[in-house]
């Protein structure tokens, strides 16, 4: 058994490679965050990882106009496997899309698909800002890795070139769906989440998929629930059903065992 | 099989009791919200609900100053049963509150109690603004009732004066927990969900958590979740598995079985 490893409060996300002893400046995002927001001093210890080095742990060398240096020691957690779950949804507003992809973040996802159906009212999306919320989730949820922030397609498209071997989870307002526990029961293995905008699909998008053969049409149950909330309460069920969710917090419990 | 009936846009939860063709006069909040939020004109369409009679069809007779006398039509749904299910929270920061009581009226929670913890930061409860907020969200996802705001208690206290017949689904963060699809199994009946604050329970109070024989701890996964995203993801699982999540949105697919 490897011994016990306390949580490190402030875990950050890089680009770079991360090895024992390296050195590594950050940009002016972390370093505003390190030092002007969290007010950490020089020698503070954090936390780095980047999703294909696992987690290493790190010392706040110096800072310098727009820069943080940071001294990496010894490697906290390897790399490990994560779910394989996207979540492609319409954007909705800003509030509650942010956090939905925070929710998102937390509940697992691999990568973040926006998707323009016929009702999506907003017109555009910032993947910066979304990257750099999923960014701060992982951080806080002690995931390893970042949810990837896709280019917006339009829902023809996403369909037309959707892999075969993923079942789409979809949930269904008009009450044609299977009950999603039922529905997700047997699954494993690569799965997605689609939702709609504030306004539902229309009856064409309804149709198209109704004929997808990797469509899953699913119930959430007998109240109408607002496109996040769907979102959330899918992801969360997905997870506890047919993903990772009998799986326990790793860090946390090892913590706990060194107190027993 | 009677006509399907079409969703009124505009839902609103009321105090006094409903039946066909009685006239009802509405406060300056409700007036307010019909008249320069929505700017509905005399006339229009609405639909009442109290959690007792049901919802009834209902049009604008006209505003006074701080009031709005609506005429009711039809019985459009009778009263029905909604899930036994309780939130027991510990309150977090408002934000992200408001979003939690939103979406745990969303998803069918009959009762909302607010619970000091040790680590809870937030001294004050406003429990108007939450019902406030709960009722709006009702009117919204469809439901006939809305849930109750409880006067906050203390930790403590919940536990001694607990419900024994009540299950009191706990997320636990140590990695203690069965996972909680597992847990839920079998389960139905009177159930409640349990969560802290942004900084977790306190040993003393997982110990009494512990003891407790009414508590089930669970696990949400490997990732440690916000106390806002553990609520939702909690009741959202606890509906799928062991709640109302097998039933279909009533109004949009077998509209009005219940009408004659």
Known sequence: MTPPVARIATRIHC???????????????????????LRLPPGAEI????????????????????????VLGACRRAPGTEPDLWLCFAPIKRTRLDAMVEKATEL??????????????????????????????????????????????????LLAHWPADRPLITADESGGGTPIAGALAGLSGPLAVLTGPEGGFARSELDALGRAVFVRRVGLGPRILRADTAAIAALAIVQAVAGDGARAPRSVAQDEDARD
């Open 15 to 37: 680009a770079e490679p991360l090895r024992e002893a390296a050195r590594i400046d950050l940009g002016e995002g972390p370093a505003h965050y390190l030092r002007h927001v």
């Open 47 to 70: 936390a780095l990882f980047n999703g294909q080095d696992g987690e290493f742990a790190g010392r706040i060398d110096g800072f310098a106009k727009s820069r943080v240096t940071i």
């Open 108 to 157: 697992g996802v691999a990568r973040l698909m926006p998707v323009f159906t016929r009702h999506t009212v907003m017109e555009r999306v910032n993947r910066e800002r979304l990257a750099a919320i999923a960014a701060e989730a992982a951080g806080q949820c002690e995931r390893l890795s970042v949810p990837v922030v896709d280019e917006p397609v339009a829902f023809e498209e």
